[in-house]
Each structure stands twice: as structure tokens, then as C-alpha cells.
């Protein structure tokens, strides 16, 4: 695709339920990146790849939080046994060269996540 | 770690004036980038600007300019001849390779 597609768009799960977001970056990227939007806050970095690889994970908030990016394509944002403080936006960009840091972030429309 | 400070939380400006947004950061980094994303109601994030910060000179695209002070901290974003499709959320960023470091945004409105 043209852009960064992520799917679902809206999600709401049950608390204690296990739920799995999708990244489809653009074609090519070798950066991904997940990042987490809190209402009324700026997107705060969880994770990143660089390939198939987990490059800085530095910023998953706890162990229920895991992401894969099996192929060094699409990548799976993955949470267990989820709590109401999970509701937020997660967001996916991916960028074409991780070696430079002026190197622009590609973002998508990001899936809202409601816990209930 | 970086961090990016906005301290305006909302503004707003008359259609065809000009507004100007105040970002600050804090960074240990000799080698960074700065950027200005704009955040729709459509929650994708859009790149408005970039700065190299080993440029001395502001960059500029049409009619968005930043005003870089390296000293300072400061990385302001200028929109001149504002339009009602500027209305959004805008968000200061930092960046040294590895993560992108956000502020938590300005929501600007634009005044018909």
C-alpha cells in the first residue's frame, strides 16, 4: 500500500482479555516503530525494529506487552491479560533507513484501543 | 533520554494571520533532529518540518518556518497566512536515530 495500514481501527476488549494489533508498514521500510497515545498526550515510544529484530524494546511499560515482526515486514503488537490503564491510541510508523537520525517517521492512523 | 516540552496547551489564531507554537528540549545529543508533526482529527501524524540541528539556518516549507535556537533549547513553529485545514494537533518531536521523543501537543483552532 501506499501507507502505513493499521488494523483494527477501533478495538474494545474485555478486561483480562488478550488482543493483537497489526502494523503494515510501507513497502521497503526497515524501521518500525510502536508508540502509545495516552488522551491528551504526546505518542510515547515502546518499541522498535530494524528488520526482524527488536532493536530497543526499552519502552514496553511491562511483560504483558510483546510485539514480533517475523518477516521484517508486518508486525503484531500483542497484549495479555489487559487492563482499563491499556485504553489508549497505538500508533505504527516505519521509516526506510534506521542509520540516520533526520530519517522521517511514516505514521498510520493507529488503532484505538478501549478496555471495558 | 530527550525531553520536549510544550508548554501551550491550546491556541488559536484568526484565519490569514499568522501564529507561532513554542517547543523547548532538553538533550545531552550533540548529533539530533527536530520535527513538527500535525495530528488531524484522522489521528495519523503528519511530518510539517524538519531541522538538522547542526544547521544554523531555519528551515522552511511554504509557509511554515521554525525559528531554531540551539542555545536556547527552543524549536518555535511559525504558520503565516493560516488556513481553517491548519486546524489540528501539533506535536514537537526529537529525534537521535533510535526513538522519536513527542511533546504533549498543541491544539491549534483557526478562526474563520
Known amino acids: 500500500g501506499a501507507g502505513v495500514s493499521q488494523t483494527p481501527s477501533n478495538k474494545v476488549t474485555e478486561k483480562g482479555k488478550y488482543v493483537e494489533l497489526r502494523c503494515d508498514p510501507i513497502?521497503?521500510?526497515?524501521?518500525l516503530y510502536w508508540y502509545r497515545q495516552s488522551l491528551g498526550q504526546g505518542p510515547e515510544f515502546l518499541i522498535y525494529?530494524?528488520?526482524?529484530?527488536?532493536?530497543?524494546d526499552s519502552g514496553l511499560p511491562n511483560d504483558r506487552f510483546f510485539a514480533v515482526r517475523p518477516e521484517g515486514s508486518v508486525s503484531t503488537l500483542k497484549i495479555q491479560r489487559t487492563e482499563r490503564g491499556d485504553s489508549a491510541v497505538y500508533l505504527c510508523?516505519?521509516?526506510?533507513?534506521?542509520?540516520?537520525?533526520?530519517?522521517?517517521?511514516?505514521f498510520g492512523q493507529g488503532t484505538r484501543l478501549t478496555v471495558v | 533520554a530527550q525531553t520536549v516540552t510544550q508548554s501551550q496547551p491550546e491556541m488559536s489564531v484568526q484565519e490569514a494571520e499568522t501564529v507561532t507554537l513554542s517547543c523547548t528540549y532538553d538533550?545531552?545529543?550533540?548529533?539530533?533532529?527536530l520535527f513538527w508533526y500535525k495530528q488531524p482529527p484522522s489521528r495519523q501524524m503528519i511530518l510539517v518540518i524538519r531541522?538538522?540541528?547542526?544547521?544554523?539556518q531555519n528551515a522552511t516549507e511554504n509557509r511554515f518556518s521554525v525559528n531554531f535556537q540551539k542555545a536556547a533549547k527552543s524549536f518555535s513553529l511559525k504558520i503565516s497566512d493560516s488556513q481553517l485545514g491548519d486546524a489540528a494537533m501539533y506535536f514537537c518531536?526529537?529525534?537521535?536515530?533510535?526513538?522519536?521523543?513527542f511533546g504533549t501537543g498543541t491544539s491549534l483552532t483557526v478562526i474563520p
Open positions: 518531536a526529537s529525534n537521535t536515530g533510535n526513538q522519536f521523543y
Open positions: 513497502s521497503g521500510h526497515t524501521a
Open positions: 510508523a516505519s521509516s526506510p533507513d534506521l542509520g540516520g537520525a533526520n530519517t522521517e517517521a511514516f
Open positions: 538533550t545531552s545529543e550533540s548529533d539530533y533532529y
Open positions: 531541522q538538522e540541528a547542526y544547521k544554523q
Open positions: 525494529f530494524q528488520g526482524t529484530g527488536a532493536a530497543d
